[in-house]
């Protein structure tokens, strides 16, 4: 079974700083994607980065970059440049290559501080 | 515009009524899921469908049904709720399986008394 863990339930962070998110996997499976999504506080599910499992290069989407570490099942957001509006909830979250499901994680909610 | 639609947004019920949400997308995707998204927990799938007519459970199916008789439509039904059906739920959709992003709808607050 896929597990999704991330272990940071909350993060405060200064306005323009760089803040990381972590999050392992566990899967016996060679072909998965990993993904990132923000939930600000109305409640929507946004789709920020993917990554997968055969990429050899980290995934970058503007101010988001997922540093992934295969060996470790490691799978961080890192977003530079931190700014009020990236205060949300962030889920990491597991899709198998041919499996129907997202397994997500619990989340971390980040609360950028002026 | 792409997007999924999730009808209501917002309810509230009592126990033994029984309702249907509706999840509807225009990216003319074949997959499509129910989540529930419960404080301390994620998201948890409630049920799939790969294609029309072609559903299945996921990790939490007890007490909901689904249905997929068109490709755009996705209706989660919960024929006798109960306050531990009281949550946050998530459509979703996407083309293909596990290797690409899956959209999401608004979310439906359920309470349910």
């Known amino acids: 079974a896929q597990k999704i863990t991330q272990t940071q339930p909350g993060m405060f962070v200064q306005e323009k700083e760089a803040v990381t998110l972590d999050c392992t996997y566990d899967t016996s499976d060679q072909s998965y994607g990993l993904f990132w999504y923000k939930q600000p506080s109305s409640g929507e599910m946004i789709f920020l980065i993917y990554?997968?499992?055969?990429?050899?290069q980290n995934a970058t989407e503007g101010r988001y970059s997922l540093n992934f570490q295969k060996a470790r099942k490691s799978a961080n957001l890192v977003i530079s440049a931190s700014q009020l509006g990236d205060s949300a909830m962030y889920f990491c979250?597991?899709?198998?290559?041919?499996?129907?499901?997202?397994?997500f994680g619990t989340g971390t909610r980040l609360t950028i501080i002026p | 515009e792409a997007q999924v639609t999730q009808n209501p947004r917002y309810l509230i019920t009592v126990t033994g009524k029984k309702l249907t949400v509706t999840c509807s997308q225009n990216?003319?995707?074949?997959?499509m899921s129910w989540y529930r998204q419960d404080p301390g927990l994620g998201l948890r799938q409630i049920y799939y469908s790969m294609n029309v007519e072609v559903t299945d459970k996921g990790d939490v199916p007890e007490g909901y049904k689904v249905s997929r008789k068109e490709k755009r439509n996705f209706p989660l039904i919960l024929e006798s709720p109960s306050p531990n059906q009281t949550s946050l739920y998530f459509c979703?959709?996407?083309?293909?399986?596990?290797?690409?992003?899956?959209?999401f709808g608004p979310g439906t607050r359920l309470l349910v008394l």
């Open positions: 990216m003319n995707h074949e997959y």
């Open positions: 979250a597991m899709g198998l290559f041919g499996n129907e499901k997202l397994t």
């Open positions: 979703a959709s996407s083309f293909s399986r596990g290797q690409e992003t899956q959209y």
């Open positions: 990554q997968g499992s055969y990429d050899e």
